[in-house]
C-alpha cells in the first residue's frame, strides 16, 4: 500500500503521449547519448548508448540537458515497479530521470512561453518521451519553468520535484502562516532542506530534525532555529525553546528514529503533512490532523516555486556529481548517507 501511495503521488505529474507527426529540429543531432536500462533491474543495468533524439510534440518543449537530477524514487522505477502505474507500455531502451536543467533546443507547435535558447528547468515524472538521463529531453510544456536567478544549471537540474513537494506540503496541505511554528522531520535530505527555507520564507520558526552531523550543520546554515541530530539527540529541549505550547505544524519527509516524540509535541489542533511514499506513515497523535499529499507538478506551482526563489539565495544543497558514464555508481549512493541531492552532469560545459 505504502508503493501504491508513492507511484499515485509521481504518477500525478505524468501524461498521456498523443502520437502527432513531429516537426522539424534544425541545429540538433538525429542521435544522443543517454544512460538507459535495457531491461529493468538493479544499478548493473544502466548503461551508456546511442539511441534517438525525441522530437517535440505539439506542447512540448525539447531540453539539451546539462543535468538530471538522481532521485530517490528512481530506484524503484529501475526495478520496474512502477511500469504498472502509467497508460502506455515501457519501451526498451528506457530512460529514467524526472528532473533536468538545459538549453531549449527545439519547440513544437503551440508552444508560447519558451524559445530556442532559454535556459530552463523541468519536472516530469514517467515522460513517455523519456527522462533526464541523456542529451536531450522533450517535456510538456507545462512542466518546464525558466531558471532562477542565483541558481546554477546544476542546482535547478536537481531542484524540481523535491522543491514542488516542499512547497505543496508547506503551501497547499498544511496552510503555514506567518508566525506558526514548524516541525520539519527529514531536514537534511531533498525535501527537507528545501523546505526548511521556503517555510522561513513563509514567516514560520522552524524546528529541524537533521541525519548526522553534517545533516545539522547544512540546516543550521540554511536558517532553522533550532536543530537536532534525530539520531542521538532529544528533542524535547529545542521543542520547549521554539514552542512551549506545542508545535502548530509539521512536514515529515522521512520516516526514522524520533519521529514518534517528535509528533507527540504538536498541540491540540496541530497539522501534520507527509509526501505520499513516506514510509512507514506517521503515527499521527489523537487531536491531531494528519494528511498524506501528492506533489504534483503544474505549471502554476513551478511559476510560484520560482516568485518565492527570487526573494534572496536559495541553497539547492547537491551532496554529489555523477558523469552520466557514472550513473550505476550515482545510483549505489542514494543507498548511502548523503544531504540534499545528487546529480548527473550530462553536459561537460559550463553551466
Known sequence: MQ????LHFLTAQSYECTELEEPPMSDVSDVMRAAVLKEFGGAEKLSVEPVAVPAPEPGEVLIRVHTAGVAVWDPVEREGHMADW????????????????????????????????????????LNPRGGFYAEFASVKEEFVAPLPEGLSMEEAGVM??????????????????????LLVFGASGGVGHMAVQLAKRMGARVLAVASGANGVDLVTKLGADEVV????????????????????????????????EALAGMQPGGRVAWPNGVQPEPDVPEGVDGT????ATDREILEDLNRRL??????????????????????????????????????????
Open 86 to 125: 502509467t497508460d502506455h507500455d515501457p519501451d526498451f531502451p528506457y530512460i529514467l530521470g524526472s528532473d533536468g536543467s538545459g538549453v531549449v533546443a527545439a519547440v513544437g507547435d503551440g508552444v508560447e512561453r519558451f524559445q530556442v535558447g532559454d535556459r530552463v528547468y523541468a519536472s516530469s515524472f
Open 160 to 181: 524540481g520535484t523535491d522543491a514542488v513537494t516542499a512547497l505543496r506540503g508547506l503551501r497547499d496541505v498544511l496552510e503555514l502562516e506567518d508566525g506558526e511554528t
Open 229 to 260: 541530530e534525530g539520531r542521538v539527540e532529544d528533542i524535547e529541549g529545542p521543542m520547549a525553546r521554539i514552542a512551549p505550547n506545542g508545535i502548530d505544524a509539521a512536514l515529515v519527509t522521512a520516516s526514522g528514529k524520533g519521529l514518534s
Open 292 to 295: 498524506a499529499y501528492d506533489g
Open 3 to 6: 508503493l501504491e501511495r508513492m
Open 310 to 351: 527570487d526573494e534572496g539565495p536559495f541553497t539547492v544543497h547537491v551532496d554529489r556529481t555523477f558523469s552520466l558514464e557514472e550513473a550505476q555508481q550515482a545510483h549505489r549512493h542514494l543507498g548511502e548517507h548523503f544531504l540534499g541531492k545528487i546529480a548527473l552532469r550530462v553536459d561537460a560545459g559550463e553551466g
